[in-house]
């Protein structure tokens, strides 16, 4: 039996931390007191990194050097003792994992898909994107330009609709805020806001997402709905002549919104 559970790090990162058959791993420590904390004297037997910022990684060099862990990630960041690369499969808990490159908000930005073994022939799966795709929107380009980040998120949003999607940041209610802004008429964000104003209220998390909630409420991944395409074009005082243009006059938008 997996679980995964968020670990709440600073403001509003989420350190993911699963467990199965008395292992335990988490995704993008960047600190490393709140999983010391959360392991509670139980051994860290693992360390998944999605990409280089430091909210992500901080917590490396002191949990190795606590648990003697393996690290898993992109090359080039310090502490990684395991580089992936796209098309790399490993196993994490004894689970069959699936590394996908999902740059634009990073160059090195890895996204990992883990398939936990289900009744009869099937698998949940759960999908760690780190800062590609959240709930309701997307990362920032810090590096990589709108073409890229659109396609990573169309490796995403690809993936089968009950894909659970386990973001690194608490930001649900404010991209809500700005996909009603996007697609006023909207019914299923409408929806989606009163239901994770509720959660929020209770101070529980709003994630996971799903990849079929992520289609029906994230406009990143409407750019195809034309009152998406529209709404972008008012905003960017210009017509779009592609999605991917929809996509970036959005994503301008929203980091001004
Ligand atoms: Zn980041």
Redesign the pocket.
């Known amino acids: 039996m997996l679980t995964i559970s968020p670990i709440p790090a600073f403001n509003d990162n989420y350190i993911w931390h699963l467990q199965r058959g008395g292992e335990h791993w988490v995704v993008d420590p960047g600190d490393a007191a709140p999983v010391v904390e959360a392991l509670d004297g139980k051994p860290l037997d693992g360390i998944l990194i999605t ?1 280089h ?1 430091a ?2 990684t901080g917590g490396i060099a002191a949990l190795c050097k606590r648990y003697d862990c393996p690290v898993y990630g992109p090359g080039s960041i310090d502490g990684v003792t395991h580089p992936i690369a796209a098309g790399d499969s490993l196993s994490v808990l004894g689970m069959p994992t699936e590394v996908i490159d999902v740059p634009g ?2 160059l090195d930005h890895l996204a990992l898909l883990l398939r936990e073994p289900a009744e009869g022939s099937g698998a949940h799966i759960h999908l760690f994107c ?2 590609t795709l959240f709930a309701a929107g997307c ?1 920032r380009l ?1 590096e990589g330009t709108p073409a890229q980040m659109y396609a990573s998120l169309g490796k995403l949003s690809a993936l089968p609709p009950e894909t659970r999607v386990y973001c ?1 940041h608490e930001y649900t209610l404010a991209n809500l805020k700005f996909a009603a802004a996007a697609e006023p008429g909207n019914n299923a964000v409408h929806n989606r806001i009163a239901e994770v104003e509720a959660l929020r209220a209770d101070n529980r998390p709003s994630l996971p997402s799903t990849v079929g909630e992520e289609l029906a409420t994230n406009p990143f991944l409407r750019c195809h709905v034309p009152a998406v395409a529209r709404r972008a074009a008012e905003c960017a005082g210009k017509e779009n002549s592609d999605e991917v243009e929809v996509f970036a006059s959005l994503r301008r938008w929203k980091d001004n919104f």
């Open positions: 990409h910022h909210d992500h908000h990073t780190g800062d990362g810090f690194a």
